[in-house]
């Protein structure tokens, strides 16, 4: 069975909501393809017991409907997985979106036919739908990655991937539970689940900085003076180098100031419950003295915490200077483990050997038995999900090969050889180094103007020229090579969490306002940079 549309949007998260949105203001056909059996995205998969975002509830809210915004009553600080759900919910409903949305439908294949001028998108459920223009908002954390220690397979008791969480509640009482990963989310889950577990294992492969989020209810008057400030908040975002709200620099160089000053700076902003100790001085993130400095700041926080001072000394961050991976906030984390039920176990020092039927046994001989693993190991991100959805442009080229050494993008929003395909917060675009709401705003606003400008001008296909995509990745690598975090590639940012990924910048690390000029000004100037035919 065959379905024609305009537009084919993938995706029902926050981006393929805000594009569905867009495309039927402006008059287009539409069907978003979503795997799940609802919306939310990120929101819907991620279900794991403390799953909160990092951003603050009123910067993490739609900007494209004023009138949710004076309607919805946000009631923490940090919101909470399910009211974040709840949110998109409302915004699907009031919307009406849902009934352009085709759920329980994964796209196996995305071929672009010539001939036709189309994309041919193929379904698990055997409905192929067609259009000359697709937009993937499939997001950039979406693809889990399950860890290839020997064994895993082997275990015969409950195992979780947090993104993939059970809609069922899942009951820890009295269990011994395990968690492998101490990123943002094996952070977030382990200080949920030793508040139930009969005893936690915390599997830490690498220390990581963790700031305190201060999470607390919203007032009633904080509640109202934010509905009045929503236009100012909005303006901020826009204007900023992440789209966020953060305390501008003390200074640009923090050794100009004296050490009791920088230190006082430091307490102050740790004490705000936001990220904006990376901010405390211009050169945290260039000057490795400075960084240093800033970091030790972080591991005396946690020797206070942590009153074991062999266990504080193995959560104390060394691997990596402080903010070269996305930084954690947390709601007591380091304080777990002052409680008898909760152990660090450091697979570093001691890595695991193999996983069993009942366990996980370490290279010394050691073994831990489980009743429940949770995996919070992190995703193949940002070219994970469009590689996984076996796409293949001009010629029978397909995306993997393309991006066999890293993608190749021309500003993270297209590919050349794959016309008339856009990508939401794609490779080499701000993704997460911006507030990801805000983001997908500057992606679905270009993209329609795009399609507006292409309507106008009869341009049935666009696509980069070859050389803009290499001339785009110079300019990801020099913002990306910037500063300390160039040195650290074991992480998502590079590919470097998953064995085998070709390393190199995934994301465009020069600030969301810069990108936002860079991308205007290539559409003012009658998309330079792209064929048009
Ligand atoms: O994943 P990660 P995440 N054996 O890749 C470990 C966003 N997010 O899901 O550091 C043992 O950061 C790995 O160890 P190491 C946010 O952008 C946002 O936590 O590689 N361990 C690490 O500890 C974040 O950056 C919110 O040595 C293994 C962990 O698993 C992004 O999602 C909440 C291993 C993976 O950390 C991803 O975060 C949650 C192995 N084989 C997440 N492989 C918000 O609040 C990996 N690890 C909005």
């Known amino acids: 069975m065959h379905e024609r549309f305009d537009v084919v949007v993938i995706g029902a998260g926050f981006g393929g909501l805000h594009m569905l949105w867009k495309l039927r203001q ?8 979503e795997k799940a059996d609802d919306v939310g995205g990120t929101w819907y998969w991620n279900r794991y017991p403390g799953a909160r975002c990092d951003v603050p509830s009123f910067e993490y809210s739609v900007p494209w409907d004023p009138e949710l915004e004076q309607e919805w009553n946000w009631s923490e600080k940090y919101s909470a997985q399910p009211e974040i759900l709840a949110y998109v919910e409302e915004v699907a409903k009031r919307h009406d979106l849902k009934r ?3 759920f329980e439908t994964t796209v196996t294949a995305m071929t672009r036919d010539e001939t ?4 041919i998108v193929e ?3 055997g409905v192929t739908f067609e259009a000359p223009v697709v937009v993937s908002a499939a997001g950039c954390l979406s693809a889990p990655n399950l860890p ?3 064994g895993i397979e082997d275990f015969s008791r409950p195992l979780h991937h947090t993104g993939r969480w059970p809609h069922d509640p899942v009951d820890f009482s009295g269990k011994s539970v395990g968690v492998i990963g101490t990123g943002s989310t094996g952070v977030q889950a382990s200080t949920a689940i030793a508040a139930e577990a009969g005893h936690l294992y915390v599997f830490q492969r690498t220390a990581q900085y963790s700031l305190p989020a201060l999470n607390r209810d919203i007032s009633a008057e904080e509640l109202a003076e934010q509905k009045r400030a929503y236009a100012e908040l909005r303006q901020l975002q826009r204007s900023s180098f ?18 009791e000053e920088r230190l006082a700076e430091y307490e102050r902003r740790w004490n705000i419950g936001r990220q904006d100790l ?9 000057d490795p003295e400075v960084n240093a400095e800033v970091s030790e700041f972080v591991r005396g926080k946690i020797r206070a915490i942590v009153k074991d001072p062999e266990i504080a000394e193995k959560l104390c961050p060394k691997v990596n200077p402080l903010g070269t991976r996305r930084i954690i ?21 001691d890595p695991i050997e193999r996983i069993t039927e009942t366990g996980v046994k370490l290279r010394s001989g050691q073994f831990i038995e489980l009743d429940m693993l949770v995996i919070a190991t992190g995703y193949d991100a940002v070219t994970g999900p469009l590689i996984d959805m076996n796409i293949t442009g001009r010629g029978g080229r397909t995306l993997a090969d393309k991006w066999e050494h890293g993608p190749e993008t021309y500003l993270g929003l297209m590919m050349h050889g794959f016309p008339n395909l856009f990508t939401i917060t794609g490779p080499q675009s701000p993704t997460v180094h911006a507030n990801v709401i805000m983001a997908i705003e500057q992606h679905v606003e270009w993209i329609a103007k795009c399609l507006a400008f292409m309507e106008r001008e009869q341009v049935a296909e666009i696509e980069p020229a070859r050389q803009s995509e290499e001339e785009w990745k110079k300019q990801v690598d020099a913002v990306g090579s910037v500063g300390l975090r160039a040195k650290d590639t074991n992480n998502w940012y590079t590919g470097g969490n998953i064995p085998g990924k070709p390393r190199s910048f995934l994301t465009w690390q020069g600030g969301f306002v810069r990108y936002g000029e860079i991308c205007d000004t290539i559409a003012n100037e009658g998309y330079r940079g792209f064929e048009l035919n």
């Open 26 to 33: 402006m008059g287009r056909t539409a069907v978003a393809l």
């Open 148 to 150: 290839d220690i020997p």
């Open 329 to 349: 906030m947390d709601t007591g984390y380091f304080e777990i483990f002052n409680q008898d039920n909760v152990s660090l176990v450091d697979i570093r020092e």
């Open 123 to 125: 379904t698990d459920t």
């Open 100 to 102: 352009d949305i085709r």
């Open 242 to 259: 992440g789209a966020a709200v953060i305390d501008p620099p003390k200074g640009m160089k923090a050794f100009e100031d004296p050490q």
């Open 116 to 119: 036709r001028g189309l994309w």
């Open 278 to 286: 990376l901010a405390a001085y211009g050169d945290i993130s260039t």
